[in-house]
């Protein structure tokens, strides 16, 4: 099954993604989203090295044997919990950029814009 569901992370996390197109989970064997907005993740990509918040559109491939779990965290009231215990293929489809404050959001569409980007604003 493959969905389409927004992640916040740095920019150094966010060329891996591309590179390796492949999410790993974390030691609990999570890895979190939100299923339906990229606005409440950003607060997940925050980049010291570039001073931008980050979150992307991606599409997860998940597993069959993956478990889902919703529920709500502190603040992504949308969380979509993937639970796997293997690298989770996705593909990075938009990048989303809030620069320090601005109320207006940056989207660049595609890998070779996404990485474009990150790697100039290093």
């Known amino acids: 099954m493959i969905r389409t569901l927004f992640h916040g992370t740095d920019g ?3 060329l891996q993604l591309l590179k390796t197109r492949q999410m790993q989970p974390d030691s609990e064997g ?3 989203f939100s299923e339906n907005r990229f606005e409440s993740v950003l607060m ?3 980049d010291l090295k570039r001073k931008l918040t980050f979150a992307v559109k991606v599409q997860v491939h998940i597993p069959n044997d993956a ?3 919703r529920r709500a965290t502190p603040g992504v009231d949308d969380t979509l919990v ?3 215990r293997v690298p989770v293929r ?3 489809v938009e990048l989303y950029v809030r620069r320090p404050r601005q109320t207006g959001i940056e989207t660049y569409h595609g890998a070779p814009a996404i990485e474009r980007f990150l ?3 290093a």
Request: hydrophobic share 50%; aromatic share 4%; net charge negative.
């Open 90 to 92: 996705v593909d990075v």
């Open 82 to 84: 993937l639970i796997t």
């Open 44 to 46: 997940h990509g925050g």
């Open 12 to 14: 150094d996390s966010i």
């Open 30 to 32: 999570r890895i979190f």
């Open 119 to 121: 790697t100039h604003a």
């Open 67 to 69: 478990a889902l779990q």
